[in-house]
């Protein structure tokens, strides 16, 4: 039988600080990469934020945690050490390379956004093979390494993504191709998984419940306390699927 436990209200912010590793106070020397590991593990899911007025939102998540820290060195870090990647988690976010095993059902299920060009190209599949192939033979690559290719026409205003760049997205989401690094325009350059992900990662293959029962775990770790819907959207999941789980 399920114990009930009651918390105040300051108890419970108190349990949720310390959780995201709020719990001490800012380092003396924040740019150890001790304190950037120790940082990723609390929250998890790093989730990646483009968008900004100061800096990048994601930057802003570890300064807060661990104070003015060296941005290069971090960004090394996260691209170098083999112990992190980028993956479709929470959104485009970065997470433990232990991770990539757990999201193989996320990247068997991908699909392309309904408005990608990619779903008009009568020549798709042979497309996309191409696209693998030139990483493969020329090493770490970016959308504007690929050729051009001509795409759907386009309202005044519209906005889209360009084909080469979907079709590398599209590996990406799929699991075919990783993230080696981001450029200081933030641009992904993508490489072959086996490049980039420890083999013991790539090849470990746990069934769904498993994998989902493990990603709702680290969350309820990552969060402290929360609710059901918190728990399980930490890893982009649905009430339905978690419920059962976290029984």
Known sequence: ?????????????????????????RPDAPTDVRHFRRALAAIGVLQLDYVNVLVPAHFLMIWSRLG?????????YLYDSGEHIEQWAHEASIVSSRDWPLLVHRRSEFQPWKNSPLNKMPNRRSYLDSILD??????????QDLPPVEGPKRKPGDWHRSIPRCALEHHFGTGHLAVRRR????????????????????????????????????????????????????YRMTVRDAEPRLQ
């Open 134 to 143: 030139v990483v493969k033979f020329a090493g770490p690559t970016t959308s």
């Open 1 to 25: 039988m399920s114990r009930r436990v009651c918390v105040s209200v300051a108890e419970a912010r108190r349990i949720a600080l310390a959780a995201q590793g709020f719990d001490r106070a």
């Open 68 to 76: 003015p820290y060296d941005r290069g060195r971090f960004e090394r």
């Open 183 to 234: 450029l200081k325009n933030f641009q992904r350059v993508y490489d072959l998984p086996e490049r980039i992900i420890d083999d013991k990662y790539r090849y470990a293959s746990p069934n769904r419940t498993d994998a989902e029962r493990e990603l709702l775990r680290k969350a309820s770790v990552s969060l402290g306390i929360a609710t059901v819907h918190d728990i399980a959207d930490y």
